[in-house]
């Protein structure tokens, strides 16, 4: 049995809490277990210099652990993001503007800004989670300035971790199962089923294409509900 008594294709509890940065113009706080990260979007006039006078706009993403939020103090990104946020938010950033069309929002950008204030597994997967659902209202601020006609988005975006934890395929890994595992990957996929990014590594011992095949089906089932729940939180029909 899993340490927190789950079944095998069972992600943890998900909530995901809309307009949580009152000042924001989206923000999304996504509770997944004992893993807790705040999302906020922020639209400005203007792009990277790469991208002015081309008309399109530009999406990119910040990512950062609190102090506190995992087992041990980690120490502040003060000047530059460690190697392992820059990953994961490149990670983000990319995931995001895979399913955005940018070429109809003007010279604009979105930052997102993803910070982990509990950190018990799956904090990169959990951003992206909750980063279309900050991105989406985000969209609607932007319709209401008249910035933009109509919510950007091709599809929608979801992101899990699944893995081999004790020679079995689990799926959303919490922190003990993540730890030891002997397969972690994290799986981005689209509404609609399409892969955006598939992060995996063997820990021990290589892994079959059966395997993989076992862990990509656990990771469509995971964004299925993710997508759902998205879906009601937004009021999406």
């Known amino acids: 049995m899993r340490p927190d008594g789950r079944l095998n294709d069972q992600l943890r509890p998900c909530t995901m809490e809309r307009g949580f940065a009152k000042f924001a113009e989206g923000s999304c ?19 990277p210099r790469f991208k002015k006078g081309s008309g399109s706009g530009w999406l990119t993403a910040e990512y950062a652990m609190l102090p506190r939020s995992g087992r041990q103090r980690n120490q502040r ?8 946020s820059l990953e994961i938010q490149r990670l983000i950033g990319r995931s995001m503007r895979s399913v955005v069309d940018l070429s109809r929002m003007g010279e604009r950008t979105i930052t997102l800004d993803c910070d982990a204030i509990q950190a018990d597994g799956g904090t990169r997967t959990a951003a992206i989670t909750a980063a279309y659902v900050a991105t989406y209202d985000a969209m609607r601020w932007m319709i209401k300035q008249r910035m933009i006609d109509r919510v950007l988005f ?9 893995g081999v934890w004790k020679n079995q395929e689990i799926l959303d890994l919490n922190y003990d199962e993540d730890s030891v595992a002997e397969v972690d990957m994290n799986v981005v996929m689209t509404g609609s089923g399409k892969f955006v990014e598939i992060q995996g590594t063997a820990e021990e011992s290589p892994y079959t294409a059966a395997t993989l095949g076992t862990l990509l089906k656990l990771a469509k089932h995971g964004i299925d509900e ?12």
């Open 226 to 237: 993710l997508t759902a729940l998205q879906r009601d939180v937004l009021g999406i029909e």
């Open 29 to 47: 706080l996504i509770k997944i277990g004992d893993t807790h990260v705040l999302v906020t979007a922020t639209v400005d006039d203007g792009v």
């Open 77 to 84: 990104d003060n000047q530059r993001p460690n190697g392992r």
């Open 154 to 162: 091709k599809d929608s975006i979801a992101a899990v971790s699944v």
